[in-house]
């Protein structure tokens, strides 16, 4: 049994040997011609690459992808988990989730496996009632915004929204009778804070125009 054990602990010793880079960590950087310089001019060029996300729509499933620009054929992606990229698009990314991208240095220079820069990439909700009928008029509310976070059913959200539909409304009636209230309430006091100077008024019309009539009788009496 002792024979065995220390046959297996030389294999193990003679692999590595064999095949270092295998048995390191997987991105370690064994390779001495790797300087910091080198380092330096590679997170030069990853601080230079950026993406942008863009929509895609197959029947009812929404997904995005985020297409990276100025990458260089010293780098490449990979993600936290370990997946690694051959191109500068990555798709399926699902509405709301963080994704960690890792750049990190290619074959084609000394520094292969080196981690230059992690780049995260947050994807936006996705509501698809954003386009219903509903929402016409009322684009600003959250439910009716494109990137808010909505999980309900079609009917739950018809139900909100009518909801709140059926507050702006009552919310506008209750604003309009105020100002009924208040425009009778100006009127009528008017009238009770210069009620003497209107009686003072009639009075007055009404003795200029008996004066008139007792004088327009006069002179008919004094013709007769």
């Known amino acids: 049994m002792g024979d065995i054990l220390k046959k297996a ?27 910091n310089s080198i380092k330096a001019s590679l ?4 601080n230079d690459v950026i993406y942008r996300l863009s929509k895609e729509i197959k029947g009812d499933k929404v997904t995005y992808k985020a297409i990276f620009y100025n990458l260089t054929n010293d ?11 051959n191109s500068n698009v990555i798709k399926d990314l699902e509405p709301g989730s963080t994704l960690q991208i890792i750049i990190y240095a290619s074959n084609s220079t000394y520094c292969e496996g080196y981690k230059i820069i992690t780049k ?4 936006p909700h996705y509501n698809k009632y954003y386009k219903n009928e509903l929402c016409t008029g009322y684009e600003n509310y959250y439910l009716c915004k494109e990137n808010s976070n ?11 929204m009518k909801e709140y539909i059926e507050s702006l409304e009552n919310k506008e009636k209750e604003e309009v009778k105020p100002q009924e209230e208040v425009t009778k309430f100006d009127i009528i006091g008017f009238v ?4 003497y100077f209107f009686i003072g008024g009639f009075l007055l019309v ?19």
């Open 75 to 85: 780098m490449y992606l990979a993600s936290s988990n370990g997946e690694t990229y």
């Open 150 to 160: 909505v999980n309900l059913s079609e009917k739950e959200f018809e139900k909100k």
């Open 43 to 46: 997170r030069t060029d990853a």
């Open 9 to 35: 602990i030389y294999i193990l010793l003679l692999l590595l040997l064999l095949f270092p880079i295998k048995l390191f960590a997987k991105y370690d950087v064994v390779d001495a011609r790797c300087t």
């Open 192 to 195: 009770l804070l210069y009620k």
């Open 120 to 123: 995260i990439i947050s994807v």
């Open 206 to 224: 009404l003795i200029i125009i008996s004066i008139i009539i007792i004088n327009n009788k006069r002179k008919n009496r004094g013709i007769l």
